[in-house]
């Protein structure tokens, strides 16, 4: 470490910042979190072609806004948040000046 990192770490605490640990993530599926969610006594439902596919609890839901009502539980019970695996899908090949 150089002397200016050092400089700026020790700054940074004297200021009276600290640095917290991030809990893991578990990657999931949606299907896992809509198993989750119903271990949890919220039924959920699909409707497909609709932008926000996703029924429960009276309201609808895109697939992270679900992964977010399930995060809720989650932090409830003091688990590690949800993230939604990503499938990348047929665009895997595609190059940063395709975009």
Known sequence: MSPAQEKAIA???KAGEQINKLD???I????????YLASC????????????PYIAERK????SALVRRANVSRQE???APF???VN???HRNLKPQDL
């Open 11 to 13: 700054e940074y605490f």
């Open 24 to 26: 893991a993530v578990t």
């Open 28 to 35: 999931t599926t949606i299907a896992e979190v809509v198993t």
């Open 41 to 52: 006594g919220v039924a959920v439902r699909f409707l497909a072609g609709s932008e926000r």
């Open 60 to 63: 609808r839901y895109t697939a």
């Open 77 to 79: 019970q003091r688990l």
């Open 83 to 85: 993230s939604l695996r």
């Open 88 to 90: 990348p899908g047929p």
